[in-house]
């Protein structure tokens, strides 16, 4: 080779180079952030004994004359390396929020803001004052965490959150503290005692333009099991919306319902109807498909998850099936499944069993709702309360509350399968979110 080719290749190859970084410069690498959420010190475990207060509980709750959770809470913010899907700390948020029962969480879709829930009875150590829902801008730079305002959540021990794609509204789904109430009535002139428990709620708040929350413009109360008929009351577990956002939905974990109320972004009222499934089961936490007109749930009480089609003209749903999370012949631990996820593909699903601390996948039938089992896979840590996908799907996380740490599995996207690659310790790690900045 001669000295002049060589001098053509350096210079073609260094205004190559220049070209490249040049373009860098206009158009900056986005980076990918996850947010994880911690309990307090005192909050209830969540673990396989969930609902032992009540079933269908998120389990321990500190009710009427319980230990409210002190410190140690707040959130964590994390740095995905997308080459390996490990997790490197950045930044926590500080001490203003040290007091945080991190349950339910999301980010909006832009990656600007992020909502959190204050699972407690007694917000500001207020007797019935109920949870919180917490506003927090995100740094477009650091990825950190500046809070903006709180709210009463109009109910007790939150435990979920969401924001629709405009920003411009937050739903949140209230569990009630598993406190029971006795009242005495009257009967055909006979005094009675009747033992009640407080409300499960849906709370709607409007969204500023910066982020913070106005107060709840509307909340939807949901119906009491009547005294006469035994089991526990009514429990708000999540809310999510279909894939229209023309609808949302919520589940009743306590008195085995679902809700759906009709949503536009506009809306200042929460209208809808409640559909019952069957009794004992406990629908929990609920994951809408991104294409097809099926949505799916965890059981809390019978170690299953269900799918159900939803119209999304008449807001309907129906039932399809419902299979088992644990195979034919287990005898460990109590399972009480806790967190469902969809891979952003649409094609398959994950519960978590907690018990047995495994995570259940299923492939779906996109032209009929219907799941057949493929794997189950150990978390790698004891308690999965929470888990989420980043959202590209080659990555899968799982938060280990009992063991206090975040598990990062490798995804194959076309078979459903899941490796664990790495793990970060983090005390109390309940739920995590991500953000595209």
């Known amino acids: 080779m001669s000295n002049e080719t060589s001098r053509r290749e ?37 673990g396989a004994g969930a609902g032992a207060a009540r079933p269908g509980g998120p389990g321990g709750v500190p009710g009427a004359g319980g230990r409210p959770p002190t410190g140690g809470g707040g959130i964590t913010v994390f740095r995905v390396n997308m080459i390996d899907g490990s997790l490197t700390e950045v930044s926590r948020t500080g001490p203003e929020v040290d007091d945080l029962n991190c349950d339910g969480m999301c980010t909006s879709a832009d990656g600007r803001l992020l909502y959190a829930v204050n699972q407690v009875p007694s917000l500001g150590g207020k007797p019935g004052a109920g949870g919180g829902v917490v506003a927090f801008a995100i740094d477009r730079d650091a990825g950190s965490l500046k809070h903006l305002n709180t709210q009463p959540s109009m109910g007790a021990m939150p435990t979920g959150v969401i924001i629709d794609r405009t920003n411009s509204r937050v739903l949140v789904a209230n569990h009630g503290a598993v406190a029971t109430i006795v009242t005495v009535v009257k009967r055909n002139g006979v005094p009675v005692v009747e033992s009640l428990t407080d409300d499960g709620t849906v709370s709607m708040y409007p969204v500023k333009s910066d982020g913070s929350l106005e107060p709840a413009c509307d909340v939807s109360v949901f119906a009491r099991r009547p005294p006469s008929e035994p089991g526990p009351g009514a429990a708000a577990h999540q809310v999510i919306f279909d894939r229209t956002e023309r609808w949302a939905i919520a589940s009743d974990n306590g008195y085995d319902h679902l809700y759906i109320y009709r949503f536009s972004a506009r809306a200042r009222t929460l209208e809808g109807k409640a559909y019952p499934t069957p009794p004992g089961k406990a629908p929990r936490h609920l994951v809408f498909h991104p294409r097809a007109p099926y949505f799916f749930f965890t059981n809390e009480r019978e170690a299953s998850v269900s799918s159900y089609s939803f119209d999304s003209n008449t807001g309907e749903p129906r039932a399809v099936q419902t299979i088992p999370t644990i195979p034919d012949g287990y005898s460990g631990p109590r399972v009480a499944p806790s967190n469902i996820q969809m891979h952003p593909n649409g094609r398959f699903i994950y519960a978590a069993n907690r018990g047995d601390d495994s995570i259940a996948i299923f492939s779906i039938d996109e032209g009929s709702g219907r799941m057949t089992p493929v794997s189950t896979v150990k978390t790698g840590g004891r308690g999965p309360r929470e888990m989420n996908f980043e959202p590209s799907g080659k990555y899968f996380y799982v ?13 194959d996207g076309n078979s459903g399968h899941i490796t664990n690659r790495s793990k970060v310790d983090l005390p109390q790690a309940g739920v995590i979110s991500f953000a595209v900045i």
């Not at 938060?399 to 995804?411: E, I, K, L």
Request: contains cysteine; charged residues 10%; positive net charge.
């Open 10 to 46: 350096f210079l073609a190859l260094s205004g190559a180079a220049l070209a490249a970084a040049n373009l860098g410069a206009q158009t900056p690498q986005r980076r990918l952030f996850a947010y994880v959420g911690r309990r307090t010190r005192g909050g209830f475990p969540g």
């Open 399 to 411: 938060c280990n509350q009992q063991s206090g740490d975040v598990t990062t599995f490798a995804v």
